[in-house]
């Protein structure tokens, strides 16, 4: 049975493109280890960097939810609020 897949809409605090700074290696290793263990498909910010937009497999939304708040953006407000959806990928 395949895992099902999310989706994650979330907001980048005022000031992000200087506040991430600190944290930014550590989100990118994070991500790239996310990616490596097969539970993000994809992840990225809005051209305008005001929302970020990610793809999840996973075996629930509890651990798609477990993923994004081990986030250093979560931790440190970098991602202001955030929402999982179950999806159904058609196409």
């Not at 809409?9 to 700074?21: D, F, M, P």
Request: hydrophobic share 40%; proline share 3%; charged share 20%.
């Amino acid at each position: 049975m395949s895992m099902a897949k999310y989706v994650m809409w979330g907001s980048y605090c005022e000031g992000v493109l200087e506040k991430r700074a600190p944290y930014r290696e550590a989100h990118l290793q994070g991500l790239q280890a996310q990616k490596e263990s097969g539970i993000l498909v994809a992840l990225g910010p809005t051209a305008d960097v005001t929302k970020v937009f990610g793809i999840y497999e996973a075996d629930s939304e509890a651990a798609v939810r477990q993923v994004v708040e081990g986030d250093p953006y979560w931790q440190n407000g970098i991602w202001t609020d955030y929402e999982v959806y179950e999806w159904n990928q058609v196409f």
